[in-house]
């Protein structure tokens, strides 16, 4: 329910991990791109463009090709939305080359912010293209899954985690 309406994204992108690990980014946006009836743009990074860890390859700038290339949909789409669904390490160059001052590190030391974060970057079309208008951290945090596990063990009467736990026969 969150992108209904004008808030529709037009395009999507997903991170290519480009290696043998799961296409988490693609998997993820497949639903929101599946109910919109749009493709996936799962281009970026381009095999040997990958910056894991903040090490990257010589003479790559980290997403520089992604930012271009989601900037051109917004000309393609008329002004968007883009959704971008990117790996956690590469959110703060992603913003970054998107022209966000000072972009914020992912805080992997708080687990309400694992996985429900979003940031919202406003563009204003200029004759030279899109020039980066303002940032919002979405965000709202949940509950990490170990206080949601103690809080609906506690509901009913039992604890989290399990002191005696047997398998159902």
């Given at each position: 329910?969150?992108?209904?309406?004008?808030?529709?994204?037009?395009?999507?992108?997903?991170?290519?991990?480009?290696?043998?690990?799961?296409?988490?980014?693609?998997?993820?946006?497949?639903?929101?791109?599946?109910?919109?009836?749009?493709?996936?743009?799962?281009?970026?990074?381009?095999?040997?463009?990958?910056?894991?860890?903040?090490?990257?390859?010589?003479?790559?700038?980290?997403?520089?090709?992604?930012?271009e290339a989601m900037r051109?949909?917004?000309?393609?789409?008329?002004?968007?939305?883009?959704?971008?669904?990117?790996?956690?390490?590469?959110?703060?160059?992603?913003?970054?080359?998107?022209?966000?001052?000072?972009?914020?590190?992912?805080?992997?030391?708080?687990?309400?912010?694992?996985?429900?974060?979003?940031?919202?970057?406003?563009?204003?079309?200029?004759?030279?293209?899109?020039?980066?208008?303002?940032?919002?951290?979405?965000?709202?945090?949940?509950?990490?899954?170990?206080?949601?596990m103690a809080a609906s063990?506690?509901?009913?009467?039992?604890?989290?985690?399990?002191t005696n736990f047997q398998?159902?026969?």
């Amino acid at each position: 329910r969150v992108f209904q309406g004008a808030l529709a994204p037009k395009s999507i992108f997903a991170y290519r991990y480009n290696s043998a690990s799961c296409e988490r980014c693609l998997q993820a946006g497949l639903p929101t791109a599946t109910s919109l009836q749009l493709m996936i743009n799962h281009s970026f990074p381009r095999p040997g463009h990958n910056c894991e860890y903040f090490r990257c390859p010589s003479g790559v700038v980290p997403n520089q090709e992604a930012a271009e290339a989601m900037r051109a949909a917004l000309t393609e789409t008329g002004g968007g939305p883009v959704l971008a669904v990117w790996e956690s390490f590469n959110v703060q160059p992603l913003l970054g080359q998107l022209g966000v001052p000072d972009p914020p590190p992912w805080d992997w030391v708080n687990c309400e912010y694992d996985y429900n974060r979003m940031f919202k970057v406003t563009f204003t079309k200029t004759p030279d293209g899109w020039a980066y208008g303002s940032y919002d951290k979405l965000t709202e945090g949940m509950p990490c899954l170990s206080s949601r596990m103690a809080a609906s063990a506690a509901e009913n009467n039992a604890t989290w985690p399990p002191t005696n736990f047997q398998s159902a026969a």
